[in-house]
Nanobody, 115 residues
């Protein structure tokens, strides 16, 4: 089992920045890829970004160039630096990692963008 806990959400003005963090615990030696998803009200959960244990990153087109995902394997943490935030970025952001075919999720952290 893997446990994921997010932090760093909050209220920020459009154009501003915010940094989200995720701490993993449990069977962390089995974790390879990790990432972030988000879900806005009345919308489906969507993938935002992911990073492999080796540091290879991928981003959704909607956040490319504005968000940066990073990872500290020694401390079992992952971060998402978000810049130039737009109202449409407002959502609950979830930390995610797949382990042996099982998707693990954090409880989410709310990001609210004021225009």
């Amino acid at each position: 089992q893997v446990q994921l806990v997010e932090s760093g959400g909050g209220l920020v003005q459009a154009g501003g920045s915010l940094r989200l963090s995720c701490v993993a615990s449990g069977r962390i030696s089995m974790i390879n890829a990790m990432g972030w998803y988000r879900q806005a009200p009345d919308k489906q959960r969507e993938w935002v970004a992911s990073i492999t244990k080796g540091g290879t990153t991928s981003y959704a087109d909607s956040v490319k160039g504005r968000f940066t995902i990073s990872r500290d394997n020694a401390n079992n943490t992952m971060s998402l630096q978000m810049k130039s935030l737009k109202p449409e970025d407002g959502a609950v952001y979830y930390c995610w990692c797949p382990v042996i075919g099982i998707n693990y999720w954090g409880k989410g952290t709310l990001v609210t963008i004021s225009s």
